[in-house]
């Protein structure tokens, strides 16, 4: 319901024809008064590393730089667009950390308008000890100031200050990569299979066991030719033996969600109960985030389902 | 500077001891209200650098509690707030990430002030017979409701819910009511009740709009006359509004807005009460 608009908003047609384009973002971070860049891998959700490994969202906090441009701006304006001709359309950042319960808005430091069109930059740190967790960017257009007064034609369109009219690009940022990232650690050796699980015993996976290396470990082992290795090149977004790892996966998947007791399940599920970061919250999140529903009823049901949901995981983050 | 990440509580340990409060036989747990009655906690059970700020809150619960002749009102619930944000305050360090840590909350809850928090929320109202044998003529503006699922102590106020554990609720609420200092804060929430506490923290929409939430209440305490139906009523009618607009982007800013919303809410009010006064005529 919270989608349903009664006026015009940003279209992928107008976005197109408007000549929208959105450069990457550019993140780094401030330490001993120097500033370093991190890696980003992901498109719509962005897992940010620090190859020095200082960074902590939590105490390092986050800069980020991104450039907006529209090579034909007055298309967005007058009756076939999302604002009044004579009303002030601008561009912010809308945050949203869900973690801590919060949200805000970013300015653009400049927005300026030449005969090659528009560039709006946004420069903005979160300074440290303000987000946690994760971080969704979504880049909107909105009504800034007003039309005083509506043209023929332009009667469906909204004409009040601070209103949206559209979303130019959402992205999810996800700082919990400890958590989100699935344990794995490579061990070679003529002596063991290609693959296998060890767990911990869990005492709570609710609330007490958290989702990393102490609970849980994925083992691969690269001693065979068809063995899987996830990060395989510099950039990170290739995946040697990619649907043996998808299989893998899987499989440990449907193992975890077995290992659950059956209120457990129904928690996970239905998130009752979780602590941040627990195996069930980590578990959940991943239930949320699958593409097609996953098939409950039966352990071969569900694999085929993890399966299908893997794949499609792994395609979006390369 | 104290280091929180020091003192936290795992929500399995903090039910852990309150289940051993459950466990306690009549007689024992009488003997431990007359301890919390009496504003003993053994020091032992909290790290000594939480001993001032304990000694602060709990001055403030008593001062509260004189002041009203023993009444645990909306009044107590918000000088023991200020008290708590003055010595937790973001401007000493104690950032919104540990604010939104129930860990440390469920530490300062269990460990370091169990008493006023199950004076504040006893779950049985025969509890507070005992209460009163060192507390005289102890009351409550808002009837003592059992919680379910509760055997002894409030499990939600003190550790298990996460937007009910009480402190943590007064901290958030006076972050959100903020207005510059103590006493300023105080005057503009002054009037209102322990329902607007709830409404504020329970619902928070997308996320918390801090600024915007201290303008609202603001506009709230301008009103002529704060009634928790028009504050819900604005809340609700906010949310609503935030789907598709951004407060602080509106000709006027946040302060503008909030004006607006309430009056509109108010005056709408105000003319159905006037209709339902013509038709009983």
Redesign the interface.
């Known amino acids: 319901m919270e989608n349903i608009l009664f006026y015009p908003t940003l279209t992928p047609e107008m976005a197109e024809a408007s000549g929208l384009k959105t450069e990457k973002y550019k993140f780094t971070y401030s330490y001993q008064e120097k500033t370093y860049g991190l890696q980003q891998k992901g498109n719509a959700t962005i897992k940010l590393t620090d190859p020095l490994e200082i960074w902590k969202v939590e105490s390092e906090g986050l800069t980020f730089e991104k450039i907006i441009r529209i090579a034909y701006p007055d298309l967005l304006k007058g009756k076939e667009g999302i604002a009044c001709r004579d009303a002030d359309l601008s561009i912010c950042i809308i945050w949203v950390n869900k973690k801590l319960t919060r949200t805000g808005y970013i300015l653009p430091v400049s927005d300026v308008t030449t005969n090659t069109g528009r560039i709006c930059k946004f420069y903005y740190s979160f300074e440290p000890g303000n987000i946690s967790g994760d971080l969704e960017l979504s880049i909107v257009f909105y009504i800034k100031k007003k039309a005083e007064s509506v043209q023929e034609g332009e009667q469906d369109l909204i004409n009040e200050d601070g209103v949206s009219v559209g979303e130019i690009e959402r992205t999810v940022l996800d700082f919990s990569s400890i958590y989100m990232e699935f344990p794995i650690e490579e061990y070679k050796s003529e002596n063991e299979p290609l693959w296998w699980v060890e767990f911990s015993e869990w005492e709570d996976p609710k609330t007490v066991d958290m989702f990393s290396k102490d609970s849980m470990c994925l083992y691969l082992n690269p001693y065979y030719e068809g063995c899987p290795a996830p990060s395989t090149n510099e950039e990170g977004n290739y995946i040697k033996n990619f649907d043996m790892l998808v299989d893998i996966l899987a499989q440990t998947y449907l193992m975890m969600f077995k290992r659950l007791s059956e209120d457990d399940l129904r928690a996970t599920i239905q998130n009752i109960g979780l602590e941040n970061n627990s195996i069930c919250s980590i578990l959940h999140q991943f239930i949320e985030g699958c593409y097609e529903e996953l098939h409950w009823e039966s352990p071969e049901r569900l694999l085929k389902s993890l399966q299908k949901n893997i794949r499609l995981k792994l395609q979006e983050e390369r | 500077m104290m280091d929180f990440s020091r003192f936290r509580l795992?929500?399995?340990d903090a039910k852990n001891i309150i289940n051993s409060y459950d466990e306690m036989n009549d007689t024992q747990f009488f003997d431990q209200i007359r301890h919390w009655a009496n504003y003993d906690v053994p020091e032992e059970n909290y790290g000594a650098e939480y001993k001032p700020f304990r000694e602060a809150v709990v001055d403030e619960f008593q001062a509260s509690l004189a002041d009203s002749g023993n009444r645990i009102n909306y009044d107590l619930d918000l000088r023991v707030g200020i008290r708590l944000y003055e010595l937790l305050s973001p401007a000493k360090?104690f950032?919104?990430?540990?604010a939104?840590d129930d860990d440390i909350w469920r530490y300062i809850s269990v460990n370091v002030m169990p008493d006023i928090t199950f004076i504040r929320y006893p779950n049985l109202s025969e509890d507070v017979k005992i209460l009163r044998e060192y507390i005289p003529d102890l009351s409550y503006s808002i009837a003592i409701k059992t919680e379910k699922d509760s055997i002894r102590m409030k499990k939600k106020r003190f550790y298990?819910h996460t937007r009910r554990i009480w402190l943590k609720t007064l901290w958030w609420y006076i972050h959100l009511g903020w207005q510059g200092n103590s006493e300023k804060t105080y005057e503009v929430l002054k009037n209102n009740g322990t329902n607007i506490i709830s409404h504020f923290i329970e619902r928070?929409?997308?996320?918390?709009?801090?600024q915007l939430f201290r303008c609202m209440l603001y506009a709230y305490s301008l009103l002529p006359e704060q009634k928790d139906s028009t504050f819900r009523a604005a809340a609700k009618l906010n949310l609503a509004k935030c789907?598709?607009?951004?407060?602080?982007?509106?000709?006027g800013g946040e302060a503008e807005?909030s004006k607006e919303l309430f009056d509109e809410v108010y005056d709408r009010e105000a003319t159905k009460q006037d209709a339902e006064e013509d038709d009983t005529e």
């Open positions: 795992s929500f399995n360090d950032t919104v990430i540990n939104n298990s928070p929409g997308r996320g918390y709009r801090e789907v598709s607009l951004e407060p602080a982007l509106t000709e807005y």
